[in-house]
């Protein structure tokens, strides 16, 4: 089980390639409900490289806010790769950032879960400038507090990989 030591050490690692490589980020969540932005926040110089965090939880602000179209989230759920990508996307109208990551899913019941995306399901959308730097789904175990803090993680540990390998 992910502890918050393994938080904290995934965060600052990669809080530091964001810092020796100038780029800034900012976050669209949904499922974490900014969780994710918080947990940067608390690393080390986060004011030179945390541009901020939009909350997406209701799927009406990813449609008022993100630009993202009721169609879509018809069509896909609002806990869907689809859907994290275009909030992503849309947070970069809204926010100047070098990397705009988007996180939605299921850590409890209550929304587009099924057979094929059990509660647990998180996906995570990271883009650099206009490009996808990758688009992932996970299926988390635990309570809803541990699969958030596991996909807070794990977004952490994709943003370090794919920056250490695409600086």
Known sequence: MMTEKDLRVSIDRVAEVLLNHSLSI??????TAGCAAAEF???CNAGKFLTGGLVCYD????T???DVPESMIAKYTPESAEVTEAIARGLALLMTADI????????????SESAEKPVGTMFVVAIKGGSQLFSERRVFQGD???IVLQAVCWTADLLFKQLVLEP
């Open 26 to 31: 900012a976050f669209a969540e949904s499922a």
């Open 41 to 43: 926040s608390l690393a």
């Open 59 to 62: 799927a009406r602000l990813k």
């Open 64 to 66: 008022a806010l993100l």
């Open 100 to 111: 705009h990551v988007g996180i939605t899913g299921l850590p409890c019941a209550g929304g």
């Open 144 to 146: 809803h507090q541990q």
